[in-house]
């Protein structure tokens, strides 16, 4: 099934939020009209209590549950028995997903637009990097968006255009407190699914207050101790483009997660797949690290970065190898600064602390045969 399907009952439309056991679907604006034509009459309008009659509150129906249909943001799914009144109804069915996203848990997402400031905080190159390399991982396509280039100079903007293009991507500078390229961003945005992503602080919230001024999302400043930003987004929800299109905020955090195989990392840098396009390694299996004959290797900027994140993916391969073996004896420990590392555990049970309900039984024993 999929949405160019001409309903005999039930109305289309795309989960924007889930809430509990409920789950709020904007049904698409022609369905009004075809249910309208089809009851004779046309149904409920815009009111002052009312801006949106196309948001409904819905259930999920039993039958969904017992199958493990799960119901997720951005979802399409057939509406049954809606209620204009109060504007209810139940999800009778979801269509089959053309993207999923885990984390955040989005489907049918069109593209990633990564949110970075080039100032205030500052621009850090390695978590940028970070970013891009999850963003690149999810599959859909990544849109490089700048912020606050009202506060640097030409010449600068200039020398990090030059360097991220090096990378393979094409950013777009932008102010949302000036309004510079906000346009350029709103046409890209147009009739597509977008997640918005990034570091805290960087402006994210504010520039979708600025597409879409009924979001009224939150926003924090960047905090002076660390030069980060607080996080102001708890949720996932999907807000309706005046022009168009649906847009997804998600919680704003440091560090993503890299959870992809030792294989796969380096298809998530463009630099080095152009390396690959103009020439092959010599092993099938090269980890572009220290085989010989290696077209990857060699003295391109993010390359570091490659070797980093290729350690992390080993360690993370090797950490679900043992999780599926039952004598695993690896854990993960922080080691600060949103880094994490695998470390074996105390295998013996001479480390542990003896319990001073233990300790107490034992001095009893001693007494006793002390007495004896």
């Not at 809430?19 to 004779?40: C, I, T």
């Not at 506060?151 to 990090?160: F, R």
């Not at 360690?315 to 039952?326: F, G, N, R, S």
């Not at 080691?335 to 555990?345: A, L």
């Amino acid at each position: 099934m999929n949405g160019e399907v001409l309903l005999t009952s039930g109305l289309l439309g795309t989960v924007v939020a889930v809430q509990a056991n409920f789950y709020r679907v904007q049904l698409d604006r022609d369905e009004m009209g075809r249910l309208g034509d089809k009851m004779g009459h046309s149904c409920s309008a815009p009111t002052s209590s009312n801006p949106n009659p196309l948001l409904f509150l819905c259930t999920r129906r039993t039958r969904l549950k017992k199958i493990g249909q799960q119901v997720m943001v951005g979802d399409r799914v057939i509406v049954e028995e809606p209620d204009w009144t109060d504007a209810s109804g139940a999800i009778a069915d979801v269509l089959a997903r053309k993207s999923q996203l885990d984390r955040p848990a989005i489907a049918n997402v069109n593209q990633i637009l990564l949110v970075f400031a080039v100032t205030d905080p500052p621009l850090e190159p390695y978590q940028l990097s970070r970013f891009l390399v999850k963003g690149e991982s999810t599959g859909v396509d990544v849109i490089l968006c700048l912020n606050k280039s009202d506060l640097i100079t030409s010449q600068e903007q200039e020398q990090i255009n030059q360097r991220l293009s090096s990378w393979g991507y094409k950013p777009i500078f932008i102010s949302v407190y000036k309004g510079i390229n906000v346009n350029a961003v709103e046409k890209i945005l147009d009739s597509k699914i977008t997640v918005v992503a990034g570091a805290s602080g960087v402006g994210k919230s504010s520039l979708i207050n600025t597409l879409i001024p009924n979001a009224n999302l939150r926003v924090a400043s960047v905090s002076g101790k660390l030069a980060r930003g607080r996080h102001t987004t708890r949720h996932v929800e999907l807000f309706e483009l005046p022009g168009g299109g649906l847009l997804a905020d998600t919680p704003g955090f440091n560090q993503p997660d890299l959870d992809c195989t030792p294989e796969e990392l380096v298809n998530y840098f463009p630099e080095a797949t152009e390396r690959l396009k103009n020439g092959s390694c010599k092993f099938s299996n090269c980890f572009h690290r220290d085989e010989p004959d290696c077209v990857v290797r060699g003295d391109w900027e993010r390359y570091e970065d490659y070797l980093q994140f290729l350690e992390e993916a080993i360690e993370h391969q090797t950490w679900l190898k043992q999780q599926a073996d039952p004598e695993s004896n690896l854990k993960l420990k922080s080691k600060g600064k949103g880094q994490q590392q695998y470390e074996p555990m105390l295998e013996s049970k001479k480390y542990r602390r003896v319990s001073r309900k233990k300790q107490q039984q034992t001095l009893q024993e001693l007494y006793n045969e002390a007495e004896e």
